[in-house]
Each structure stands twice: as structure tokens, then as C-alpha cells.
């Protein structure tokens, strides 16, 4: 195991103070308690990987989750979540894994990690009641020698200025009496080759000792912990990461704009660019961006800047723009292709192909195929879809009608858009069999098919 630690300046490391598991401030024994080295709040995308990869270990994990659907699935041996099979749960059922709707779980966890979502609020910054609820909570059940980590995605500052006030109301102290830290969540939903396992863990502690806490306890099933100067540094490298990217999705979506009107092929001249050994990651165009991170984390950061320095993060809200306007641009090509047809887009039938927000896998979070399904039926075009891990979907509470045979499908639509590439898509068979075919994603170079 390889642990890479960039020690923070400031003040010596000193353990945390521990006394008898079994005793509180104002409570006598407890029976039971300390049995447990780690409570999960949150069982979804990040918390259950979480939770698999510390039982894989032989670490005691339970989970709390408010829904009772999730609790039931899970203790059922069920998983709900792309990259936890159904044998995974059970494995960790095996090892003693047990969900719970009732926080009194926490009390007898020696480590509380909390991975509750964090979406947009109506001023545009991170909606953290759920941050807060997991916190009170793990606040009425806290105990001197504790470590409690936040993953959920926010703005920096959160970690000191939101829960350790809360945690303190306890009357313990971070550094002191129990451990605080930041560690940011990096699960990719569908990515084989980058598990929570291998992939580098960044943490930063409230204070050096705890850190140290904290990466000792990522270290007993993470490959490589990464220690940051402090949670703020740590909070900011999450945001980072998802702006950098955020920021150059949108710079080659809106190349892919203008490098139509130049009578440019982008997708070569970005091939091209590719070849480059050094200075240049290559980004592709697509019709949107999607999922739990990259349409919404940078928000965070914006909301921040705005908030405590009074100005706009420009980069940010330029990218927002490009990026939000995608779906307009995809189908505005799509109606300028039915009509090289000779057929309008107001009663077309349109067959929209792969409605997840990436390849393989089931998820629908903030999916670009939303957005592009509601603006096709505002032009009246009659809309349906396929994709091979969606059985169901709906959009303003309307569902989209599924087709199951899909070569009659394309045959019988007069637009297919290709929105996301499924590896069980034939895309030659796609190209050689749909009426009419728009590939958002350059998967199809082929005569008659028109490409992003």
C-alpha cells in the first residue's frame, strides 16, 4: 500500500484523547457500544461503494439511510446502485453489513463517514440540509476519540464552518476530544479500471492530528491517500477537478458550433490535436453534460465566490451557458436535418437512442436527454426511446413511450439520435438500418450520417 502524504505546516501531532468506549460525558456504560468501526450516512452512489469496499476488508460497517426502500433492498441482499451488484450486498451482508433508517446505529461507530447529496439550492449554492441533518445527528451520538469525515460535495469552508459548529455543540472539540476531516468523493459510476480502491484519496483534516486519523483509516482499503494542507484545500480539489473539466467540455462544445460554420471537421481536427505527447488533454463534443458531478459541483464554487468576494467566477458561468444550451443546438441540427429531408420536425417521429447520462450504465442524473426529449415535444415532434439499462422513462412526469424491437424501430422512425453510445449499440448496424441517423457522440463516420 503506498500512502502520500503532504504534511500540513502548523502544529505538532498529537493523538486524540480516548476514554473507555463504554462511557459519555453524563452517561454511564454502554452496552454494545464501539462494536462497530464504521457507520456509512448515505447509501447511494458514494456511500454504498464505500461501505463494500471497508467490508471487503473485515472492517464491522453499517449504514443509515432515511429511505426505507433502500434499508429493505439492501438488507434483502438488493443493491440499487450501478456499480454494486446484487453479490456484492450480500458478501457484505455475510460479513455482518446491516442498513438502518434509525440513527442509533451511529452511537456504537468508531468512524462516521457522512455521503449525503448536496444538490443546487435556489440561490444556486449547494443545498446542504441533508449535510446538516447526517451531522446533528452523528452530533447526538458523539463520543471522545471519533472520527467523522464529510464526503459530500460542497464549497469550501463548509467542512470548519458548518459541521464543526454543530459537532462541537456536543461539547466535544475537534482535534481534541474527536476527528474532523474532508475527503472528497471521487466514485465514477461505470468505470471498471478506477474503483474507490485505486483511485488516490484526498483528505484534509480540521488539524494535523486529525489527518492523521483520517488516513489511517482510508489507508486499510485505499491504495493511496493523498493529505492536503486542510479540509478547505481538500473541498477545493474537488471543485477543481469537476470545473476543470466542466470548463473544457464546454470550450470543444462550442468549437464543435463554430467549427461547423468554418466548414470544419472537429471531431478530426480534435483527433489530430490528440497525437500531441505533452500541453493537451483531448475533450470530445456531446449534447449536454450529465450526472452528480460535473453540471453541478462547479456551481458550488461559483455560489462561493459570488457569496464571500462579490464577483462573478466568470470561467464558470460562461461554461454553464455553452454547456446548458447543448440540447437547443442538438435538436435545432436535428430539425435543419428533417428538413433536407423534406419533412418537418412538427409530427416526425423521432427515436432517441441511450437516454443515460454515460455509457453502460442505468443512471438518469441531470442526463442532456431530458432537456432534448422536452424540446422535441415542444416542436410537436412524436418522440420515443431505447437504451438497454432503462426500462422506464418519464419526463416532466410524462412518460416517454420504450421501443423493444429496435432494427423495426429504426426503420420505422424518420430521425434516430444517437445520444449515448451503449457498447451494445451495433453502431454500424444503426448507421446501415435507421432512415435518417444524428450521432451526437462522432461514433459514426459514414456516409448519410450526420455527426455533432
Not at 10 to 22: A, N, Q, T, W, Y
Not at 104 to 116: D, F, M, S, Y
Not at 405 to 414: F, G, I, K, T, V
Amino acid at each position: 500500500m503506498q500512502v502520500k502524504r503532504t504534511q500540513p505546516l502548523g502544529d505538532k501531532v498529537e493523538p486524540l484523547k480516548d476514554e473507555d468506549p463504554r462511557e459519555a460525558p453524563g452517561e454511564g456504560p454502554r452496552e454494545g457500544f464501539d462494536d462497530v468501526d464504521l457507520a456509512v450516512i448515505g447509501l447511494g452512489y458514494v456511500g454504498l461503494p464505500l461501505a463494500r469496499e471497508a467490508a471487503s476488508v473485515g472492517l464491522r460497517v453499517v449504514g443509515l439511510d432515511r429511505d426505507p426502500r433502500v434499508v429493505e433492498g439492501l438488507n434483502s441482499g438488493r443493491s440499487h446502485v450501478d456499480d454494486v451488484h446484487d453479490d456484492d450486498v450480500r458478501r457484505m451482508r455475510e460479513a455482518g453489513f446491516t442498513a438502518f433508517t434509525d440513527d442509533a446505529c451511529l452511537a456504537r461507530a468508531q468512524t462516521v463517514v457522512i455521503c449525503v447529496p448536496t444538490p443546487l439550492g435556489e440561490d444556486g449554492g449547494p443545498d446542504l440540509s441533508a449535510v446538516v441533518s447526517a451531522t446533528r445527528a452523528v452530533a447526538g451520538r458523539l463520543r471522545r476519540g471519533r472520527l467523522v469525515v464529510l464526503e459530500s460535495t460542497t464549497y469550501p469552508g463548509t467542512t470548519e464552518e458548518v459541521v464543526r459548529p454543530l459537532l462541537e455543540e456536543s461539547g466535544l472539540r475537534a482535534g481534541e476530544d474527536f476527528a474532523l476531516a474532508f475527503s472528497p468523493e471521487r466514485i465514477d459510476p461505470g468505470n471498471t479500471q478506477h474503483g474507490l480502491r485505486e483511485t488516490p484519496k484526498v483528505v484534509g483534516g480540521c488539524t494535523p492530528s486529525c489527518a492523521v486519523q483520517a488516513v489511517a483509516f482510508y489507508g486499510k482499503f485505499v491504495n493511496m491517500v493523498v493529505q492536503a494542507k486542510g479540509t478547505r484545500e481538500a473541498e477545493m480539489a474537488k471543485l477543481l477537478e469537476n470545473t476543470y473539466r466542466h470548463v473544457n467540455i464546454a470550450l470543444v462544445n462550442e468549437l464543435a458550433i463554430i467549427s461547423r460554420e468554418l466548414q470544419v471537421d472537429v471531431w478530426d481536427a480534435i483527433r489530430c490535436a490528440g497525437t500531441k505527447p505533452f500541453g493537451f488533454q483531448a475533450f470530445r463534443p456531446s449534447p449536454g453534460v450529465g450526472g452528480h458531478c460535473i453540471p453541478i459541483d462547479p456551481n458550488y464554487l461559483s455560489y462561493k465566490v459570488r457569496s464571500s468576494l462579490g464577483y462573478e467566477f466568470r470561467f464558470v458561468e460562461l461554461a454553464q451557458e455553452i454547456n446548458r444550451r447543448m440540447p437547443e443546438y442538438v435538436v435545432r441540427r436535428a430539425q435543419d436535418l428533417l428538413n433536407t429531408a423534406g419533412r418537418p420536425l412538427h409530427g416526425s417521429r423521432v427515436l432517441l437512442l441511450g437516454v443515460t447520462y454515460k455509457p453502460d450504465v442505468a443512471d438518469l442524473r441531470e442526463t442532456p436527454a431530458e432537456p432534448v426529449a422536452r424540446l422535441l415535444r415542444e416542436r410537436e415532434a412524436d418522440i420515443a426511446f431505447h437504451d438497454p439499462h432503462v426500462p422506464r422513462w418519464s419526463v416532466d412526469g410524462v412518460a416517454v413511450p420504450r421501443v423493444d424491437d429496435l432494427p423495426a424501430a429504426l426503420r420505422e422512425h424518420d430521425l434516430t439520435v444517437l445520444l449515448q453510445d451503449h457498447s451494445a449499440y451495433d453502431l454500424p448496424a444503426l448507421a446501415d438500418t435507421a432512415r435518417l441517423l444524428f450521432d451526437t457522440r462522432g461514433r459514426i463516420f459514414k456516409p448519410g450520417v450526420e455527426v455533432l
